[in-house]
Protein backbone atom coordinates (compact mmCIF):
# COMPACT_ATOMS: atom_id res chain seq x y z
CA UNK A 1 0.00 0.00 0.00
CA UNK A 2 1.76 3.40 -0.85
CA UNK A 3 2.28 5.39 1.73
CA UNK A 4 0.07 8.32 0.41
CA UNK A 5 -3.35 6.44 0.87
CA UNK A 6 -2.62 6.26 4.70
CA UNK A 7 -2.14 9.89 4.82
CA UNK A 8 -5.65 10.33 2.60
CA UNK A 9 -7.81 8.33 4.20
CA UNK A 10 -6.94 10.15 8.04
CA UNK A 11 -7.72 13.14 6.02
CA UNK A 12 -10.88 12.11 4.33
CA UNK A 13 -12.05 10.34 7.40
CA UNK A 14 -12.21 13.62 9.01
CA UNK A 15 -14.51 15.05 7.11
CA UNK A 16 -18.18 15.35 8.01
CA UNK A 17 -21.28 13.58 6.86
CA UNK A 18 -21.41 14.39 2.53
CA UNK A 19 -24.40 15.80 1.22
CA UNK A 20 -26.65 14.13 -1.52
CA UNK A 21 -25.92 17.45 -3.52
CA UNK A 22 -22.39 19.31 -2.86
CA UNK A 23 -21.98 22.47 -4.91
CA UNK A 24 -17.97 22.47 -3.91
CA UNK A 25 -14.63 20.46 -3.75
CA UNK A 26 -14.45 19.56 0.14
CA UNK A 27 -10.70 19.78 0.00
CA UNK A 28 -8.96 21.20 -2.91
CA UNK A 29 -5.16 19.99 -2.18
CA UNK A 30 -6.38 16.76 -1.50
CA UNK A 31 -7.16 16.25 -5.13
CA UNK A 32 -3.38 16.75 -6.23
CA UNK A 33 -2.88 13.51 -3.82
CA UNK A 34 -5.33 11.64 -4.78
CA UNK A 35 -4.59 11.69 -8.59
CA UNK A 36 -1.08 11.21 -8.10
CA UNK A 37 -1.16 8.08 -6.57
CA UNK A 38 0.63 5.46 -8.16
CA UNK A 39 -0.92 2.04 -9.83
CA UNK A 40 0.83 -0.94 -9.28
CA UNK A 41 2.23 -3.70 -11.64
CA UNK A 42 -0.34 -6.04 -10.73
CA UNK A 43 -3.17 -7.68 -13.02
CA UNK A 44 -5.91 -6.18 -14.77
CA UNK A 45 -8.64 -6.62 -12.14
CA UNK A 46 -6.06 -5.20 -9.08
CA UNK A 47 -5.26 -2.37 -10.93
CA UNK A 48 -8.99 -1.79 -11.95
CA UNK A 49 -9.67 -1.72 -8.08
CA UNK A 50 -7.12 0.85 -7.46
CA UNK A 51 -7.97 2.96 -10.38
CA UNK A 52 -12.14 2.69 -8.81
CA UNK A 53 -10.56 3.19 -5.41
CA UNK A 54 -8.79 6.67 -6.66
CA UNK A 55 -12.03 7.74 -8.66
CA UNK A 56 -14.16 7.00 -4.89
CA UNK A 57 -11.60 9.37 -2.76
CA UNK A 58 -12.06 12.09 -5.38
CA UNK A 59 -15.89 11.27 -5.38
CA UNK A 60 -15.83 11.12 -1.49
CA UNK A 61 -13.87 14.71 -1.31
CA UNK A 62 -16.68 15.94 -3.49
CA UNK A 63 -14.54 16.41 -6.52
CA UNK A 64 -17.44 15.10 -8.96
CA UNK A 65 -15.36 15.82 -12.34
CA UNK A 66 -13.03 14.57 -11.57
CA UNK A 67 -13.48 11.49 -9.90
CA UNK A 68 -15.64 10.52 -13.33
CA UNK A 69 -12.44 11.34 -15.28
CA UNK A 70 -10.80 8.56 -13.26
CA UNK A 71 -13.87 6.06 -13.79
CA UNK A 72 -13.40 6.71 -17.86
CA UNK A 73 -10.34 4.84 -18.02
CA UNK A 74 -10.58 1.71 -20.39
CA UNK A 75 -9.70 -0.88 -17.53
CA UNK A 76 -13.13 0.10 -15.41
CA UNK A 77 -15.48 2.03 -17.69
CA UNK A 78 -18.84 -0.25 -17.98
CA UNK A 79 -16.27 -3.32 -16.51
CA UNK A 80 -16.22 -2.86 -12.99
CA UNK A 81 -19.47 -3.48 -10.84
CA UNK A 82 -17.78 -1.42 -8.33
CA UNK A 83 -16.22 1.68 -10.39
CA UNK A 84 -19.62 1.46 -12.25
CA UNK A 85 -21.19 1.84 -8.63
CA UNK A 86 -19.49 4.87 -8.09
CA UNK A 87 -19.72 6.28 -11.20
CA UNK A 88 -23.40 6.14 -10.64
CA UNK A 89 -22.93 8.21 -7.23
CA UNK A 90 -21.43 10.76 -8.87
CA UNK A 91 -24.17 11.34 -10.91
CA UNK A 92 -26.82 11.27 -8.53
CA UNK A 93 -24.72 13.58 -6.47
CA UNK A 94 -24.12 16.48 -9.33
CA UNK A 95 -28.09 16.01 -9.99
CA UNK A 96 -28.21 13.38 -13.37
CA UNK A 97 -30.24 10.66 -12.03
CA UNK A 98 -30.97 9.33 -14.93
CA UNK A 99 -27.97 8.58 -15.76
CA UNK A 100 -26.92 7.63 -12.22
CA UNK A 101 -29.79 5.28 -12.62
CA UNK A 102 -27.70 3.44 -15.19
CA UNK A 103 -24.57 2.92 -13.73
CA UNK A 104 -25.76 1.53 -10.13
CA UNK A 105 -25.74 -2.19 -10.43
CA UNK A 106 -28.56 -4.08 -9.09
CA UNK A 107 -26.88 -6.00 -7.20
CA UNK A 108 -23.25 -5.18 -5.23
CA UNK A 109 -21.55 -7.42 -2.59
CA UNK A 110 -22.31 -4.37 -0.13
CA UNK A 111 -25.97 -4.33 -0.91
CA UNK A 112 -27.39 -7.11 2.07
CA UNK A 113 -25.59 -5.26 4.68
CA UNK A 114 -26.45 -1.66 3.43
CA UNK A 115 -30.11 -2.66 3.59
CA UNK A 116 -29.80 -3.91 7.11
CA UNK A 117 -27.93 -0.94 8.19
CA UNK A 118 -30.42 1.62 6.36
CA UNK A 119 -33.79 -0.74 7.30
CA UNK A 120 -32.36 0.08 11.05
CA UNK A 121 -31.29 3.54 10.86
CA UNK A 122 -34.67 4.47 9.14
CA UNK A 123 -36.39 2.61 11.84
CA UNK A 124 -34.51 4.27 14.82
CA UNK A 125 -36.02 7.82 13.20
CA UNK A 126 -38.90 9.91 14.28
CA UNK A 127 -39.52 10.94 10.46
CA UNK A 128 -41.92 14.29 10.33
CA UNK A 129 -42.61 13.88 6.75
CA UNK A 130 -45.38 11.42 5.75
CA UNK A 131 -44.61 11.19 2.37
CA UNK A 132 -40.74 11.26 2.40
CA UNK A 133 -41.15 8.23 5.70
CA UNK A 134 -43.55 6.19 3.05
CA UNK A 135 -40.63 6.43 0.53
CA UNK A 136 -37.90 5.40 3.12
CA UNK A 137 -40.25 3.02 4.79
CA UNK A 138 -40.96 1.22 1.22
CA UNK A 139 -36.96 1.70 0.17
CA UNK A 140 -36.16 -0.05 3.29
CA UNK A 141 -38.64 -2.97 3.50
CA UNK A 142 -37.70 -4.35 0.40
CA UNK A 143 -35.79 -7.95 -0.13
CA UNK A 144 -32.37 -5.78 -1.50
CA UNK A 145 -31.29 -2.79 -1.63
CA UNK A 146 -32.52 -1.24 -4.71
CA UNK A 147 -29.87 1.63 -5.44
CA UNK A 148 -32.20 2.96 -8.38
CA UNK A 149 -35.09 3.60 -5.87
CA UNK A 150 -32.71 5.22 -3.80
CA UNK A 151 -31.74 7.47 -6.50
CA UNK A 152 -35.43 8.03 -7.70
CA UNK A 153 -35.62 9.38 -3.84
CA UNK A 154 -33.25 11.56 -3.67
CA UNK A 155 -34.24 13.02 -6.96
CA UNK A 156 -37.64 14.11 -5.81
CA UNK A 157 -36.25 15.46 -2.41
CA UNK A 158 -34.24 17.65 -4.36
CA UNK A 159 -36.47 18.77 -7.15
CA UNK A 160 -39.05 20.08 -5.03
CA UNK A 161 -36.61 21.14 -2.78
CA UNK A 162 -34.58 19.42 0.06
CA UNK A 163 -36.13 20.36 3.41
CA UNK A 164 -33.56 20.15 6.41
CA UNK A 165 -35.68 16.83 7.36
CA UNK A 166 -34.77 15.07 4.33
CA UNK A 167 -31.12 16.29 3.35
CA UNK A 168 -30.07 14.55 7.48
CA UNK A 169 -31.81 11.74 6.60
CA UNK A 170 -30.79 10.90 3.35
CA UNK A 171 -26.99 11.86 3.56
CA UNK A 172 -27.10 9.77 6.59
CA UNK A 173 -28.62 7.34 4.23
CA UNK A 174 -25.74 8.04 1.60
CA UNK A 175 -22.91 7.96 4.33
CA UNK A 176 -23.81 3.98 5.12
CA UNK A 177 -23.97 3.68 1.62
CA UNK A 178 -20.24 5.62 1.22
CA UNK A 179 -18.73 4.02 4.02
CA UNK A 180 -19.99 0.44 2.86
CA UNK A 181 -18.65 1.36 -0.56
CA UNK A 182 -15.34 2.54 0.30
CA UNK A 183 -14.76 -0.07 2.69
CA UNK A 184 -15.05 -3.13 -0.31
CA UNK A 185 -13.19 -0.99 -2.63
CA UNK A 186 -9.95 -0.19 -0.43
CA UNK A 187 -10.02 -3.83 0.17
CA UNK A 188 -10.04 -4.64 -3.02
CA UNK A 189 -7.52 -2.54 -4.47
CA UNK A 190 -5.00 -2.16 -1.27
CA UNK A 191 -6.30 -5.73 0.81
CA UNK A 192 -7.11 -3.40 4.25
CA UNK A 193 -10.85 -1.55 4.33
CA UNK A 194 -11.20 2.35 4.73
CA UNK A 195 -11.90 1.85 8.29
CA UNK A 196 -8.69 -0.76 9.03
CA UNK A 197 -6.13 1.91 7.30
CA UNK A 198 -7.90 5.05 9.49
CA UNK A 199 -7.38 3.67 12.99
Not at 28 to 34: F, K, N, P, S
Not at 87 to 96: A, L, P, T, Y
Request: hydrophobic share 40%; aromatic share 8%; with cysteine.
Amino acid sequence: MHSSIQEIVGLLKERPTLSVGPQVIWNERLDRQITSIPLTNGDDEKRAYEIALKGAFLIYNDSLSKGHDELQDRLVYARNDTASYWHGIMHRKEGDYNNAKHWCPSNHPIHVQLLEKARAYVKAQTIENGELKATLQKLVEQSAWNARLFVDIVKDNVLNGLTDEAATLLANIQQIELELLLDYTCEKAVGKTFTEIAS
